[in-house]
């Protein structure tokens, strides 16, 4: 006699991602793992009376979303300071500080997320701008992609910056010509003790700056402030249909602090948590990285990779690209590490059996990133290591058939695309060449290469919401040229939010899937996203979130 199910989902159009059996109507869940998928009749059969059933309506059914690059402490924060989201222009801006200051009286730092770049009218602030819209307490400002900030005096007097300071290589904190700081920080090294002076004493982007733990140790209550705050940002990323997060910085601290919050039965999502290498760390340290492999091991957190920087972002001109900028032919960007020291890096590592994953945006940040890859499979030979390269955002033509051959993955976010319809338009003659658009974000070109690509947020740099990332894979705007826009099917779309992230954290066989045996992570959606206009699929939204047989999340 069939075991009665803990929990059936009937009445779905249910996408499997399993190719030899790829679509069903019902799923049923017992024990924390899918005990069978099939025709609704015979699923309902499998329901006893302390069964849940849940009926999907003919809405579209899924493996969780995995979203393969996160920020969770950072992503988690986020959704407590002030958002700017949308905010454009000196009257907006003075209005969003002012409101939030009088609302926070107490915050020690007023800190913006999400501020655009030329966010007054094209301009960037000064401390001075700044200065004349809050002079009194400390103002900052960081950008969508967490590697630029901007700051008022007060700030930086508070941060010890206003004079200037020793910085990591690949960090700025720039001067203006009468010899104190502007308030325009590149790169974590320039703008992490600015950070440190917010309300969480910046222990959520340690993991991001340093890599380290809090020195001195984080006190009771801060532990517990600090759990409470990732909890928090575990249930919103459960309300999107997320079942699984790679974070893409860590430390030890974190892997505690959620380690604490799974004992209490508060973790929504599985974690992966890295070890974050920086170019000042003696190599070394990379026994940690080892040791934190060792200790975390489970399904629900764990770790096994080692994360880099090679670059940093197009906007502040700190990617590291091959020719100098259209707009700045003598700026060619920001090497985190020099090209022999990374790849000592990635010999160690890989001897070490630790997955990569670097951070790399411009196309010599891609290449330098690809030659690591290629000297540590020349030092310890071929495996099946899954090295990742984060974002792409330009490559050359000639190192995208590099990807696939030396065994490495595409790991690639569509919203942060200027036609994804999120960000705005690159300009011609600014960032870009007219002849780099064509291989800029170039999901389907590297796709057809036969590499494996891996689709993911990056939170919170976007929104850790799926759909809106998937439709703008599926149906990204289309400026004209030079731009070669060329579009994701929703399938392949799919795999690479389900299947495929799934695979790259060598996790085949166990999730990722809607099979019998695999872990039951499952999202019910509000619709049937097959039957929706590729440019609405933004709109879609979960219903119902499953991870391991246990509802995360219920609209």
């Not at 030899?20 to 899918?34: D, K, N, T």
């Not at 409101?99 to 655009?116: D, F, H, R």
């Not at 799974?262 to 080892?290: C, I, S, T, W």
């Amino acid at each position: 006699m069939a075991q009665q199910a803990d929990m059936v989902i009937l009445n779905g159009r249910v996408l499997t991602m399993d190719d030899s059996s790829p679509r069903a109507e019902a799923v049923a869940i017992a024990g924390g793992l899918i005990q069978a998928v099939g025709d609704t009749a015979d699923i309902r059969a499998l329901a006893g009376p302390g069964t849940q059933v849940v009926d999907a309506g003919g809405a579209t059914v899924l493996p969780g979303f995995i979203d393969s690059h996160v920020h969770l402490f950072q992503g988690a924060a986020s959704l407590e300071f002030m958002s700017l989201d949308g905010v454009y222009g000196l009257a907006a801006l003075r209005e969003a500080i002012n409101k939030y200051a009088a609302e926070n009286p107490q915050e020690p730092l007023i800190l913006g997320m999400g501020t655009s770049y030329g966010i007054l009218d094209g301009v960037e602030p000064t401390r001075h701008d700044l200065d004349a819209i809050l002079a009194d307490r400390p103002v900052a400002l960081l950008a969508p992609d967490i590697h630029t900030v901007w700051a008022n005096t007060k700030a930086l007097e508070r941060a010890g910056l206003l004079h200037g300071a020793k910085v990591a290589e690949g960090s700025t904190i720039v001067m203006g010509s009468d010899g104190k700081a502007t308030g325009l920080l590149l790169e974590t090294g320039a703008f992490g003790p600015v950070i440190n002076l917010s309300k969480t004493g910046g222990r959520d982007m340690l993991g991001y700056v340093t890599g380290n733990d809090p020195e001195p140790p984080a006190t009771a209550a801060e532990r517990a402030a600090d759990r409470a705050l990732i909890t928090r940002g575990l249930k919103h990323a459960a309300s999107k249909g997320v079942t699984t997060m790679h974070n893409m910085d860590g430390n030890f601290y974190q892997l505690e602090l959620l380690t604490e919050i799974d004992a209490a039965g508060d973790l929504a999502a599985r974690m992966q948590v890295p070890f974050h290498l920086k170019n000042f760390d003696p190599l070394d340290r990379l026994e940690e990285a080892a040791e934190m492999k060792r200790k975390y091991t489970g399904d629900r957190i764990w770790s096994g990779v080692v994360k880099m920087f090679m670059d940093g972002v197009i906007d502040a001109r700190t990617a590291l690209m091959i020719r100098g900028y259209p707009d700045a032919p003598d700026v060619t960007g920001d090497a985190v590490f020099e090209p022999e020291h990374f790849n000592e890096a990635c010999r160690r590592i890989d001897a070490l059996g630790l997955q990569i994953c670097v951070h790399a945006i411009g196309d010599l940040a891609v290449r330098r990133t690809l030659d690591g890859y290629q000297a540590a499979r020349e030092a310890n030979g071929a495996r099946d290591s899954r090295h990742r390269l984060e974002h792409i955002e330009v490559i050359t033509p000639e190192d995208i058939p590099r990807i696939s051959a030396l065994g490495a993955v595409a790991s690639m976010q569509p919203l942060h695309s200027a036609v994804g319809g999120h960000f705005g338009p690159i300009p011609q003659g600014t960032i870009l060449h007219d002849d780099q658009y064509p291989y800029a974000f170039a999901w389907q070109r590297i796709r057809d290469s036969g590499a494996p690509l891996t689709f993911s947020t990056d939170w919170p740099v976007v929104p850790v919401d799926v759909m809106p990332s998937i439709q703008a894979a599926v149906a990204p705007v289309d400026p004209g040229a030079p731009w070669d826009v060329r579009p994701q099917s929703l399938m392949d779309t799919l795999a690479s939010y389900t299947r495929d992230n799934a695979w790259v954290e060598f996790s085949e066989g166990s999730k990722g899937q809607l099979v019998p045996g695999q872990l039951g992570d499952v999202v019910v959606m509000d619709r049937d996203i097959e039957a929706m206009a590729p440019g609405e699929l933004g709109m879609a939204k979960p219903l119902l979130t499953i991870c391991g047989g246990q509802v995360t999340y219920s609209a």
